[in-house]
């Protein structure tokens, strides 16, 4: 219930804003996070026969735990969805059994792998997004745009194949009308989307 009021409370403007943000934000974030764990992972693996990759997989399993905090911190601010976090007990025993407890609670490989698939996800989503509102935006601006070019016409999808031509005013208007369409259409594919997002993080990396 306090969920709802909180997103009931932030203007739709705000809100859109905000998810259309996040969505251009997972590649880089993805990107980066990937690249990390995977490194550490592989040398974890690679080094665990003789031992010293237990502490450091231990270290990744908690990376992989603070970077799962920061994107419920990031999806509850962005998106307006909060996900409870699970609470790992620290063990009773030694200090290599600390490192290594978190490999064995199933919410840090659920974290683990959802900062894996932020790459790709991040991936599909910012090229749709920046896909759709490059084309909206483009039909958009078309009425003012085609006065820039060289000769005063624009012509797709080029110069020597000029299947479609637009040099004057009366001729973009057509354009333009679909532009918007397009742009309702962005509007609705960045929610989706975003919608869409909050609801895997939330299946990934909410307490069970």
Not at 63 to 73: N, T
Not at 77 to 87: E, Q, S
Not at 137 to 150: E, G, K, Q, S, T
Not at 179 to 198: D, E, K, P, W, Y
């Amino acid at each position: 219930m306090a969920e709802a009021e909180q997103t009931a409370d932030r203007p739709p403007r705000r809100r859109f804003f905000r998810a259309l943000a996040y969505l251009l934000l997972n590649l880089p974030i993805g990107v980066a996070g990937f690249s990390i764990l995977f490194a550490l992972t592989s040398l974890g693996f690679s080094l665990a026969v003789v031992l010293i990759g237990l502490p450091l997989l231990g270290l990744t399993a908690l990376l992989a735990r603070s970077l799962a905090r920061m994107e419920r911190a990031r999806v509850h601010t962005m998106l307006g969805t909060y996900i409870p976090a699970p609470h790992l007990v620290p063990p009773a025993g030694g200090q290599l059994r600390r490192w290594t407890a978190p490999l064995r609670d199933g919410a840090t490989w659920r974290d683990l792998l959802y900062v894996f698939l932020l790459f790709p996800l991040g991936v599909l989503q910012f090229s749709l997004v920046v896909g759709a509102w490059s084309v909206s935006v483009a039909l958009l601006a078309l009425p003012v745009f085609y006065h820039f070019v060289d000769d005063g016409a624009y012509r797709f999808p080029s110069e020597s194949l000029h299947w479609v031509t637009v040099d004057t005013p009366l001729e973009a208007l057509p354009w333009a009308a679909l532009g918007f369409v397009f742009a309702v259409l962005s509007v609705l594919l960045t929610r989706g989307l975003a919608a869409g997002h909050a609801r895997f993080a939330r299946a990934l990396l909410a307490a069970r």
